[in-house]
Nanobody, 126 residues
Framework: EVQLVESGGGSVQPGGSLRLSCLAS????????VSWFRQIPGKERQGVAG????????AVVDPLKGRFAISRDNAKNTVYLQMNSLKPEDSGMYYCASRAGAQYSDLFKATTYENWGQGTQVTVSA
């Protein structure tokens, strides 16, 4: 079993930056993909970015490319989400998730992930 703990959320003004962290523990050898999702109340979780823990291959959803980036530090069992030029519509609860499946397909399909953190809140407002 894998345990995931997110941190780094908070309140920021539009145009600001935040870096979220996802610390993994437990059976981390079983994590192949680690991804970030975000959720607004009343809406489904949406994929943001994902990373292959092995070679670092990564993907960011098209609307967020250029502003968001994902990275990992395997020595620290941590995956990061760097968020720049934040907008009010980026507000929401951010979750990290891991899955053992190695396939790239359905990378941002939440139901393909076995392990989830409890989330960290991001609020972007003036």
């Amino acid at each position: 079993e894998v345990q995931l703990v997110e941190s780094g959320g908070g309140s920021v003004q539009p145009g600001g930056s935040l870096r979220l962290s996802c610390l993994a523990s437990g059976d981390t050898y079983s994590m192949h993909w680690v991804s970030w999702f975000r959720q607004i109340p009343g809406k489904e979780r949406q994929g943001v970015a994902g990373i292959w823990t092995g070679n670092g291959d990564s993907a960011v959803v098209d609307p967020l490319k250029g502003r968001f980036a994902i990275s990992r530090d395997n020595a620290k069992n941590t995956v990061y989400l760097q968020m720049n030029s934040l907008k009010p519509e980026d507000s929401g609860m951010y979750y990290c998730a891991s899955r053992a499946g190695a396939q790239y397909s359905d990378l941002f399909k939440a139901t393909t992930y076995e392990n989830w953190g409890q989330g960290t809140q991001v609020t972007v407002s003036a």
